[in-house]
């Protein structure tokens, strides 16, 4: 009877090993589970605060006139006109991350015909930094040869020639997930041509997330 029983405890000791064993796993994956899911709810957290997507600023700075030069031919009704721009801009970046943006162009427009353009290369702009832009740009004369309405414009009497130009960069921030972001900025530009010099700009900006 007493070997009986003795093999009785021992059959039940092992029965109850592999039990807490299971009961000890469970409790591992039940931690496990809860670490990755207060991880997920801190980066959430992180990502719709701290580390929101903002939108970058651009801002300009200034525009001279670097240089003009023209000429009115009164027979052909055509004016000869060389202008150069000098724009400074500057690109805030406000996130905590860095803000990288594609290769792109400033466009100067006379009535909605680009008349001339300057490359921008693509880079970085750092977490929280302001990146300075200096662009020239330079009137294309032949392309204004073929507008009619420039030589009413520069002989009115105010003399005033509009231009526009206009800069857009294209660029992501990656906060958890991948951000698309496109900034623009147009300025309108009134340039008195008979004194050689600009008279008035008035600036607009757009940023999209």
Known sequence: MDVESKQGNKSTGMTRLPNYRSRRGRNCCFIC???LLLLGLLFLI???TVFKAKKPVTTVNSVSLRDMDFSVDIVRLQ???NVTLQADLSVTNPNRVGFKYDSTSAILQYKGQVIGDAPIPDGEIGSRETRPMN???SVMADRLLSDSGLYSDVLSGSGMLSLTTYVKLSGVVRV???IHVKTTTSCD???DVLNRKLANQTCHYKTKL
């Open 176 to 178: 958890l997930v991948k």
């Open 79 to 81: 004016v000869h006109l």
């Open 189 to 191: 530009l009134y340039i």
């Open 33 to 35: 589970l809860a670490v």
């Open 135 to 137: 662009i020239t740009l």
């Open 46 to 48: 992180l990502g719709l």
